[in-house]
């Protein structure tokens, strides 16, 4: 008998990236790997890659040269690059460093068994980054990371083209899964013992115009109905086009989480009309406007981007305006970062580094004000937390989510992994909601 092979995998970027993962292990598994957490036990390596901004990358170059210090110790390792930079990379990865074995590029997780197989007889170099999008990398067997919250990719590619976005020229167009697939998966994860499922697009609000089979609101509502689902969440929704069906759908729903990360990027008009976001802060407001009567306890979570070719301080000073207006829960904050091919790196007036430095930690300061304030109103109150397992920090107590995504962490007492439980906070905190059970 063969014997058991390792696989190590490193993941970066976003969760459908990690969902690609889970992907690529199952195509693995299929073939004789099991998953390590040992890099030096491992006889395959493949880093799964992002690029959607400069620092994603460097960290990945790092990581492959310090993989060619494990290759010298053990020549028969294989080696691969899968993911957004190997899409846009493609031979050069392999010119660079040449202890990689193979790159393949985001439409081509299912052929990640093949190209491993031909590599282990025939060794010699592989680069698949032929973007085809005909075919939905989905239907092969999937090994999930987690026992309780599955991700389901919904659809795959952007066709929005945000001006300062690498995203839709690695990922291609927009292709949406068949719902009844998307509904077979929930129901598997269901059966195998998964609570929540999150379902997964770059824009999951234009699920279905391709195939007009059913709409995200439609789609939302099937998954809502699977028997035994307890959670549904999604992401991410653009603003340009969430509707009022979808808004109405939420709030009717029994399982589907009331949080929204609706990113918005940027807070005044000028901004967000160079990144091509085709919304403007007035349209914004009215949505979340909408969003915040239909569904009263509502979390609203987004993404920014500083340092914008062009931004000026007049600009930044509307943001941290609109950001005190809106009150998000919770954001994350980017610093602007020059992707060539995509047209805001040739736009004038690029921003100093340090002015984006400057203005990262004023937002931050800002946002962190605003997160803590809407977390210390829940001070007594008592939220329905599913338990997720051990705190990282503090393996006394256990750790786990409202349904509006806020993490709590509360003493270890009787309850498992997967119980919905009753948490009175007592101690709010920024990032972090602290509590005893009730
Ligand atoms: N499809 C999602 C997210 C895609 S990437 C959406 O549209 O919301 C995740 C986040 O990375 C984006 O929301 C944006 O805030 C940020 N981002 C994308 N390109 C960037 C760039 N060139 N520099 C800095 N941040 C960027
Ligand atoms: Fe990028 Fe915009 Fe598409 Fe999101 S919607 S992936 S930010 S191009
Ligand atoms: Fe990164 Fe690709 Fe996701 S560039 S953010 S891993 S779609």
Not at 130 to 146: H, Q, S
């Amino acid at each position: 008998m063969d014997k058991q092979k390792n696989a190590f995998l490193l993941v970066y970027g976003c969760q459908m990236n990690q969902s690609d993962a889970e992907r690529m292990a199952g195509e693995l598994a299929s073939i004789g790997y099991a998953r390590t957490d040992d890099m030096a036990a491992a006889d395959l390596i493949l880093i799964n890659t992002c690029c959607v901004r400069e620092s994603a990358e460097d960290r990945v170059y790092g990581k492959i040269g310090e993989i060619k210090h494990v290759k010298e110790r053990n020549p028969r390792l294989i080696f691969g690059i899968t993911g957004c930079m190997a899409q846009k990379e493609g031979d050069a990865l392999i010119a660079r460093a040449p202890h990689i074995d193979f790159v393949l590029g985001t439409s081509k997780v299912h052929e990640l068994k093949n190209v491993v197989r031909e590599i282990e007889k025939e060794r010699g170099h592989i680069v698949d980054t032929n973007l085809t999008e005909t075919e939905l990398p989905d239907g092969g067997p999937v090994a999930r990371e987690g026992k309780l919250s599955a991700w389901i990719p919904i659809m795959y590619g952007c066709n929005n083209f945000c001006t300062y976005c690498i995203v839709p020229y690695v990922r291609g167009r927009e292709r949406s899964r068949q719902p009844e697939d998307i509904v077979r998966e929930v129901e598997e994860a269901v059966a195998s013992g998964y609570k929540e499922v999150t379902l997964l697009g770059q824009n999951v609000n234009s699920y279905g115009k391709d195939h007009k089979c059913a709409d995200f609101a439609d789609l939302l509502k099937m998954v809502d109905e699977v028997p035994g689902i307890e959670r549904v969440r999604f992401m991410t929704s653009h603003p340009k086009d969430l509707s009022d069906k979808l808004i109405e759908t939420i709030a009717n729903g029994t399982h589907i989480c009331e949080h929204i990360h609706l990113p918005v990027q940027y807070g005044s008009d000028k901004i967000l009309s160079a990144m091509h976001r085709v919304y403007t802060v007035d349209s914004y407001r009215a949505l979340v406007a909408r969003i915040r009567k239909a569904i009263p306890n509502v979390a609203l979570t987004t993404d920014l981007i500083v340092g914008f070719p062009g931004e000026t301080d007049e600009d930044f000073a509307q943001m941290l305006a609109f950001l005190k207006e809106i009150r998000y829960d919770s954001a994350y904050t980017f610093i602007y970062s020059k992707r060539s091919g995509t047209p805001a790196a040739r736009m004038d007036g690029q921003v100093p580094d340090e002015v984006k430095h400057e203005r990262l930690e004023k937002l931050m300061a800002v946002q962190n004000e605003i997160s803590k304030e809407i977390n210390d109103r829940l001070l007594g109150t008592t939220q329905e937390v599913m338990v997720e397992g051990p705190s990282k920090n503090d393996t006394t107590m256990w750790s786990g989510r409202t349904r509006t995504n806020k993490l709590v962490l509360f003493p270890h007492g009787a309850e498992q992994p997967g119980d919905f439980v009753h948490v009175k906070i007592t101690h709010p905190q920024t990032w972090v909601l602290k509590g005893e059970r009730v």
